[in-house]
């Protein structure tokens, strides 16, 4: 994941591409772990990295970023286009599990135009769909 930001983030901005990320949480894992157990855990992050790979494109990156969360990198993909994933992608977990997750949007632009920075919007839109009520997706503004 890492690799693949560092080698396309500069193509990005040197021949005007898209390249968002999209990155999600599952919401109260702890709490789903604390009621069914860690191994019930275990395979519910295996069920939602199924889902994950099984919703993004050929093209897509989806990687396991830490913990219960994931990162997606969508290439050639704006920020509204990397938001329409994202929902589909939050619908299909709601529909095939029982749990919901919230989800951050962010494009690579000039003010991101980093790994780090990149995503770091990411991760604070999450936050916000989080802190918004969870189950949703943000889109860094």
Same mark, same amino acid.
């Given at each position: 994941?890492?690799?693949?930001?560092?080698?396309? /983030? =500069?193509?990005?901005?040197?021949? *005007?591409? $898209?390249?968002?990320?999209?990155? @999600?949480? #599952?919401?109260?894992?702890?709490?789903?772990?604390?009621?069914?157990?860690?191994?019930?855990?275990?395979?519910?992050?295996?069920?939602?990295?199924?889902?994950?790979?099984?919703?993004?494109?050929?093209?897509?990156?989806?990687?396991?970023?830490?913990?219960?969360?994931?990162?997606?990198? /969508? =290439?050639?993909?704006?920020?509204? *286009?990397? $938001?329409?994933?994202?929902?589909? @992608?939050? #619908?299909?977990?709601?529909?095939?599990?029982?749990?919901?997750?919230?989800?951050?949007?962010?494009?690579?632009?000039?003010?991101?135009?980093?790994?780090?920075?990149?995503?770091?919007?990411?991760?604070?839109?999450?936050?916000?769909?989080?802190?918004?009520?969870?189950?949703?997706?943000?889109?860094?503004?």
């Amino acid at each position: 994941m890492e690799l693949v930001l560092e080698r396309d /983030l =500069p193509n990005v901005h040197r021949y *005007g591409r $898209a390249l968002s990320v999209v990155m @999600l949480d #599952v919401d109260h894992f702890k709490c789903f772990n604390d009621e069914y157990g860690h191994p019930a855990g275990d395979r519910l992050l295996a069920e939602l990295g199924a889902i994950v790979r099984r919703e993004s494109r050929e093209n897509d990156l989806p990687s396991r970023y830490g913990g219960e969360e994931f990162l997606v990198i /969508l =290439p050639e993909t704006d920020a509204r *286009g990397a $938001a329409r994933f994202a929902e589909r @992608l939050r #619908v299909a977990v709601a529909a095939s599990t029982r749990v919901t997750i919230s989800l951050g949007v962010a494009q690579a632009s000039h003010t991101r135009s980093d790994r780090l920075s990149l995503t770091q919007a990411a991760d604070e839109a999450l936050y916000q769909a989080k802190a918004d009520g969870r189950n949703r997706v943000v889109v860094a503004s």
